[in-house]
């Protein structure tokens, strides 16, 4: 941390400032110049408050240079991670293809498409049982009934499956049925679902907000690590812009952005960024060539009728012919989608 202090500061202040920061048991590097004077702050800055600093009149700036975040750092673990989910492999050099439908609605429907992605080679089934959605008078999920008729089409099919948590109160369902917990985009700052999910060693993919920065969403994915769960992946599904021709902005720039900040692997849902289906496919292959680990897409045999997020479901042949593109362009930027 780096702190630059006011032209004709006064002095007492200064010493003030000095103190406090070595109590905090900081090491100070000062640098005196005829106008400026600027303090190299050594030290471990992750838990402290560095804004609190402007209270003393003698501060004029204040710059971090070392990341708040830790555990998600890749300068402590340099290593991509990749996490098993049932022997299926997230990370590294494999691009893993999540896919199903935004609601579970019934078993029929859960079987057709979970059927019928497993053919087209996705390896995890997600449905939503547990839906949050803007208005209370939408389909809010068919609840355990929907995490029970999932699991079934997961073990029918050979596929780890993949739903959603709102609240803490369903985690022991979570726990029962599903193999990677999802934290949706509303709850990303949830940090008392967070801290209790760093509890467990299930894997959570923890969604990026979409008004939040990324050191905001690695923020969050330190408070699951921070508990000891260090099975986080991570997944980026839009954020607000003003743009209204798609539903969010896919932020395309997160991939190498993350890459480079973090060990963590890195999912892409296009499904809820482009919200119509017919922009998936080239945010879906732009995504893998930017180098996620993978994507995780929405799928309907009839989204016509869909309880919700129709428009942006892919049919079934349409969701083939994006897996077949998908890996012609793994293997360009020397990855493996498994079929
Ligand atoms: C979903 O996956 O169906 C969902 C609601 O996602 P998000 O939290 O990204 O809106
Ligand atoms: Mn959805």
Not at 94 to 121: F, L, W, Y
Request: net charge negative; charged share 25%; hydrophobic share 40%.
């Amino acid at each position: 941390m780096i702190v630059k202090l006011k032209r004709n500061a006064n002095q007492t202040d200064v010493t003030h400032l000095k103190e406090h920061l070595r109590n905090q048991g900081f090491e100070l590097h000062e640098s005196i110049g005829t106008s400026y004077s600027i303090f190299g702050v050594v030290g471990d800055t992750a838990s402290f408050d560095m804004r609190s600093l402007y209270a003393y009149e003698c501060v004029e700036s204040v710059v971090r240079v070392q990341e708040p975040f830790k555990k998600v750092n890749r300068k402590f673990t340099q290593e991509d991670t990749i996490i098993d989910v049932n022997g299926v492999r997230i990370g590294g050099d494999n691009i893993v293809v999540m896919a199903g439908p935004c609601s579970v609605e019934s078993k029929e429907q859960v079987d057709i498409i979970a059927k019928a992605v497993k053919e087209a080679g996705a390896k995890i089934l997600r449905g939503g049982a547990f839906k949050p959605r803007t208005s209370p008078y939408s389909y809010q999920g068919m609840g355990v009934e929907g995490l029970q008729i999932l699991k079934e089409a997961g073990d029918k099919y050979g596929m780890p499956i993949i739903s959603e948590l709102m609240s803490t109160e369903n985690i022991d369902d979570f726990l029962q049925y599903v193999d990677i917990i999802q934290v949706g985009a509303r709850n990303m700052q949830n940090f008392h679902l967070l801290k209790e999910l760093g509890k467990l060693d299930k894997p959570i993919l923890l969604k990026r907000g979409f008004s939040n920065t990324i050191e905001e969403w690695l923020m969050s994915a330190e408070y699951i690590m921070a508990g000891g769960n260090n099975n986080v992946i991570l997944c980026e599904r839009g954020i607000r812009t003003f743009e209204p021709y798609t539903r969010n902005t896919l932020d395309i720039s997160t991939i190498p952005v993350v890459k480079k900040l973090s060990h963590l692997p890195v999912i892409i849902d296009p499904s809820h960024a482009a919200g119509k289906w017919d922009y998936v496919e080239s945010l879906s292959l732009a995504s893998i060539a930017a180098g996620a680990d993978g994507l995780i897409i929405e799928v309907h045999h009839d989204p016509e009728h869909a309880m919700s997020d129709g428009a942006q479901s892919l049919k079934p042949k349409k969701f083939e012919e994006l897996m077949t593109k998908a890996e012609t362009v793994s293997s360009a930027v020397g990855k493996t989608l498994e079929r």
